[in-house]
T-cell receptor
Framework: EPEVTQTPSHQVTQMGQEVILRCVPI?????FYWYRQILGQKVEFLVS????????KSEIFDDQFSVERPDGSNFTLKIRSTKLEDSAMYFC?????????????FGEGSRLTVL | AQSVTQLGSHVSVSEGALVLLRCNYS??????LFWYVQYPNQGLQLLLK??????LVKGINGFEAEFKKSETSFHLTKPSAHMSDAAEYFC?????????????FGTGTRLLVSP
């Protein structure tokens, strides 16, 4: 069964360092998303991406964050200068279609710990 | 704005007992409602969803949920719990006019099943 895969599963970094989280969406999917969950808190929408551009982003997704689809298979989330409060589980998701018909398929998550 | 409240961060049941996980939502527009499950070390998996039509929705693994507009609820039930149901369950809402992309999640309920 096709699945969304994420790497790394866990990354520990020092405050101020750049981090790149990688995702391989399901191959025929066109819409890509990042969500995050700070420990003990809700899963929160960060950004959606379609046709090589951001379609929507939340207020959390500030200038420190960026997303990219560098090739035909990967979808990345970059945090330029990590802060302690960026420590969270980051989930990538993809859907075949957007809008009212697209079911989201989630990856297993990448746990980021900022020291 | 939309929000989701899941009552009880942990619910414990015995194998064979009824499972009831509560979810109440707030939405200024008609909502789409979802239940996702996360098994240990896995991603979020869609259990079931309510979009329009029948208010009693059946999902995978014997789970079902009923949309009650008057109570703004979407509680998840299963008549008889199995050990394999032990997982974290997330209720989510998306406003009908934007579709599935931007899900708003609850904080999750961990279901514990004892023999």
């Amino acid at each position: 069964e096709p699945e969304v895969t994420q790497t790394p599963s866990h990354q520990v970094t020092q405050m101020g360092q750049e981090v790149i989280l990688r995702c391989v969406p399901i191959s025929n999917h066109l819409y890509f998303y990042w969500y995050r969950q700070i420990l003990g808190q809700k899963v929160e929408f960060l950004v959606s991406f379609y046709n090589n551009e951001i379609s929507e982003k939340s207020e959390i997704f500030d200038d420190q964050f960026s997303v990219e689809r560098p090739d035909g298979s990967n979808f990345t989330l970059k945090i330029r200068s990590t802060k302690l409060e960026d420590s969270a589980m980051y989930f990538c998701a993809s859907s075949e279609s957007g809008g009212n018909t697209g079911e989201l398929f989630f990856g297993e998550g990448s746990r980021l710990t900022v020291l | 704005a939309q929000s989701v409240t899941q009552l009880g961060s942990h619910v414990s049941v015995s194998e064979g007992a009824l499972v009831l996980l509560r979810c109440n939502y707030s939405s200024s527009v008609p909502p789409y409602l979802f239940w996702y499950v996360q098994y240990p070390n896995q991603g979020l998996q869609l259990l079931l969803k309510y979009t329009t039509g029948a208010t009693l929705v059946k999902g995978i693994n014997g789970f079902e949920a009923e949309f009650k507009k008057s109570e703004t609820s979407f509680h998840l039930t299963k008549p008889s719990a199995h050990m394999s149901d032990a997982a974290e369950y997330f209720c989510a809402v998306s406003p009908m006019n934007t579709g599935f992309q931007k899900l708003v999640f609850g904080t999750g309920t961990r279901l514990l099943v004892s023999p």
